[in-house]
């Protein structure tokens, strides 16, 4: 059997212990620049360590040093007792003076190299460091199994997947048959395209009854890396099916789920992993997610909702939260968690482009502008945000600011038809219908769907007293979208000036979609597509 101490992938550090280095020391040390140390003494320290009292540990072992300061096992031992100790330099210090001290010592090569297992996210140059010294340690014992098996794992981790399986290759055949083998083998061919060996190895290691959570959990991120999902839901399946699954596993599967689109599944499978962690707030923001794309936004409210009494700090918590209380027409609720998200993350741009989004239809129109005036400095290069901020001045009646910023985006492909509207409206508020009328049908020449724009058109046609135009424009506004707006406000004025016995019915209709209000920002918020 592969004796290791489980190197951990991203998935596991969330998940498990801190580091558990071993304690790889001889009984008698031989060859020691000084005296060694006596046996009692490195019993005592190994119990002190094995016990968790690190202080009484190091001060025995720089104790001892005193006396035999070139002692290996002393200094093998105090780089455990660091490393313990999350004092990831000094046990790389104390590991290699062993080794300088007695550069036979295989234990401090594998304390070593475990230790840079244990600090790949920390150090970036770990991943080498520890492939180089467990190469180091099989120059001299080639057929030591745990240096294999742990290179080959480092290698697999770089991308090297042919000299990964070739120190898989130097097991002995009991060991390669081992699932912490068989899972590495399995990433190795994954990420060589060989998909039938790759699928072989799968097989064999869910088969197998030595099978832990660990061993499949240290190759998912190569094998997400070579987008092999197909084979990460197989493995993490087999978990499932084998009851071996926690909740890193079962997260990590209900992400699986999601990114395929299987949202029933991701949900059911993420609900799982939530009774084991309730208390995990990214776990409920995730679930959130999968519930908004269901279009289920309440419960996606309640996941927000637990996930907030968690971390109430995290903006992006607040973020999505008022985002889904846009579309549910929420508006004060979204006001509120939308202004929280920017407090707490000021320099965000999307965060304030929403909040610039939900001010523009509150009382006071003007609270929208330094929201979507935060966006064009964080975002000068997208024309969107200034057609935003002069939409916000339209609404707060700055006509001239307005149209100055319609003018900057006039020509942009993704802003064009906007702001000929716009400036079609300001035309049409300065009287001169014959500018707003060739500012409206150069937008819908560009959006032949721009439903405001029919209606805006509509109300030019009744200024006009032309009525037959006006009622055709705001029918196909209405053709479009039937609760819109302005379409029915401009209907109900045409109804009015003609005196039109449907009047008082469009009067009672334009009173139910007055309150509901709010669609005016989730339309400003799909101009960016700002989503959760």
């Given at each position: 059997m592969i004796h290791v101490g489980e190197p951990r992938t991203r998935l596991q550090r969330s998940c498990l212990a801190g580091p558990a280095l071993m304690l790889l020391l001889p009984a008698v040390i031989v060859a020691s620049p000084a005296k060694p140390s006596?046996?009692?003494?490195?019993?005592?320290?190994q119990r002190l360590i094995q016990a968790g009292d690190s202080g009484a540990a190091r001060a025995a072992i720089r104790k001892a040093l005193k006396d035999n300061p070139h002692d290996a096992g002393l200094f093998n031992l105090l780089g455990v007792v660091e490393a313990q100790q999350g004092n990831y330099r000094e046990a790389e210090g104390d590991f290699r003076k062993a080794i300088a001290a007695l550069p036979g010592y295989a234990g401090a090569y594998l304390n070593l190299g475990r230790l840079y297992q244990e600090n790949l996210a920390r150090d970036p140059g770990a991943l080498k460091k520890g492939i180089d010294t467990y190469e180091k340690l099989l120059s001299f014992q080639p057929g030591n199994v745990e240096a294999n098996y742990q290179c080959a794992t480092l290698l697999m981790q770089q991308g090297a997947?042919?000299?990964?399986?070739?120190?898989?290759?130097?097991?002995?055949?009991?060991?390669?048959?081992?699932?912490?083998?068989?899972?590495?083998?399995?990433?190795?061919?994954?990420?060589?395209?060989?998909?039938?060996q790759a699928e072989a190895a799968a097989h064999r290691l869910l088969q197998s009854p030595l099978l832990t959570e660990a061993d499949i959990l240290t190759v998912l991120p190569a094998l997400e890396a070579h987008q092999q999902t197909a084979l990460e839901t197989e493995l993490l399946e087999g978990l499932v099916n084998r009851r071996l699954a926690s909740f890193a596993s079962l997260r990590a599967l209900g992400l699986i789920y999601h990114q395929q689109g299987r949202l029933d599944r991701a949900r059911e499978?993420?609900?799982?992993?939530?009774?084991?962690?309730?208390?995990?707030?990214?776990?409920?923001?995730?679930?959130?997610?999968?519930?908004?794309?269901?279009r289920d936004r309440?419960?996606?409210?309640?996941?927000?909702?637990?996930?907030?009494?968690?971390?109430?700090?995290?903006?992006?918590?607040?973020?999505?939260?008022?985002?889904?209380?846009?579309?549910?027409?929420?508006?004060?609720?979204?006001?509120?968690?939308?202004?929280?998200?920017?407090?707490?993350?000021?320099?965000?741009?999307?965060?304030?482009?929403?909040?610039?989004?939900?001010?523009?239809?509150?009382?006071?129109?003007?609270?929208?502008?330094?929201?979507?005036?935060?966006?064009?400095?964080?975002?000068?290069?997208?024309?969107?945000?200034?057609?935003a901020l002069g939409i916000s001045y339209f609404n707060a009646?700055?006509?001239?600011?307005?149209?100055?910023?319609?003018?900057?985006?006039?020509?942009?492909?993704?802003?064009?038809?906007?702001?000929?509207?716009?400036?079609?409206?300001?035309?049409?508020?300065?009287?001169?219908?014959?500018?707003?009328?060739?500012?409206?049908?150069?937008?819908?020449?560009?959006?032949?769907?721009?439903?405001?724009?029919?209606?805006?058109?509509?109300?030019?046609?009744?200024?006009q007293k032309d009525y037959q135009k006006a009622q055709?424009?705001?029918?196909?506004?209405?053709?479009?979208?039937?609760?819109?707006?302005?379409?029915?406000?401009?209907?109900?004025?045409?109804?009015?000036?003609?005196?039109?016995?449907?009047?008082?019915?469009?009067?009672?209709?334009?009173?139910?979609?007055?309150?509901?209000?709010?669609?005016?920002?989730?339309?400003?918020?799909?101009?960016?597509?700002?989503?959760?």
């Open positions: 006596s046996e009692e003494t490195i019993q005592q320290i997947f042919k000299p990964s399986l070739a120190r898989l290759a130097r097991l002995p055949r009991n060991s390669q048959d081992h699932p912490q083998a068989l899972a590495v083998r399995c990433a190795d061919y994954a990420g060589l395209g060989d998909r039938a499978t993420l609900e799982q992993a939530a009774q084991l962690k309730p208390d995990s707030a990214p776990l409920l923001v995730e679930l959130a997610r999968v519930a908004y794309e269901q309440k419960g996606a409210l309640g996941y927000l909702a637990h996930a907030r009494e968690l971390d109430p700090e995290n903006p992006g918590i607040h973020f999505f939260w008022g985002i889904v209380c846009i579309e549910e027409n929420l508006a004060e609720e979204a006001y509120r968690s939308l202004k929280k998200a920017v407090s707490l993350k000021p320099e965000d741009p999307y965060y304030n482009y929403a909040l610039g989004a939900v001010a523009t239809v509150r009382q006071d129109a003007r609270e929208a502008i330094p929201y979507f005036r935060k966006y064009c400095e964080l975002k000068p290069e997208d024309p969107r945000g200034r057609l009646h700055e006509n001239a600011e307005a149209r100055r910023m319609f003018q900057t985006v006039a020509e942009a492909p993704e802003t064009f038809a906007a702001a000929h509207y716009y400036l079609g409206r300001l035309a049409n508020l300065a009287g001169d219908l014959p500018s707003a009328t060739t500012e409206l049908l150069a937008a819908l020449k560009a959006n032949p769907r721009y439903t405001d724009a029919y209606a805006e058109l509509g109300l030019l046609y009744v200024k055709e424009a705001l029918q196909r506004a209405l053709e479009m979208r039937q609760d819109d707006y302005l379409a029915n406000l401009n209907l109900l004025v045409l109804y009015q000036r003609t005196r039109d016995p449907r009047a008082d019915e469009q009067a009672k209709k334009f009173e139910e979609i007055r309150k509901r209000r709010s669609e005016s920002a989730k339309e400003l918020l799909r101009t960016i597509e700002v989503r959760p």
